[in-house]
Nanobody, 124 residues
């Protein structure tokens, strides 16, 4: 079993920055992909970014490329999401997610482990 706990988030003005963290615990993390998803009110949960635990390879949704940076610290079992140049449309609950896979995963249903979510609100 894997447990994921997010922290960070909050309220920021448009153009500002916020950072999120996700601490993983439980099983070992070989062949592990961790990602961030978000869900805005009235919308489906969507992929934001993902990173492979071993090699640190990253992937981003087009809507956040160049603004968000995903990273991880293996020694601390922690994944991060640095969000810069935030826009009101980035407002959502952000979820940390993880799955065991040797190939890229992007769909909500492909991730078996989820955190509780943290609110990010960007005011205009």
């Amino acid at each position: 079993q894997v447990q994921l706990v997010e922290s960070g988030g909050g309220l920021v003005q448009a153009g500002g920055s916020l950072g999120l963290s996700c601490v993983a615990s439980g099983r070992t993390f070989s062949n592990f992909i961790m990602g961030w998803f978000r869900q805005a009110p009235g919308k489906e949960r969507e992929f934001v970014a993902a990173i492979t635990w071993s090699g640190g390879t990253t992937n981003y949704a087009d809507s956040v490329k160049g603004r968000f940076t995903i990273s991880r610290n293996n020694a601390r079992n922690t994944m991060y999401l640095q969000m810069n140049s935030l826009k009101p449309e980035d407002t959502a609950i952000y979820y940390c997610a993880a799955t065991y896979s040797s190939t890229w995963k992007f769909r909500v249903r492909e991730f078996g482990y989820w955190g509780q979510g943290t609110q990010v609100t960007v005011s205009s």
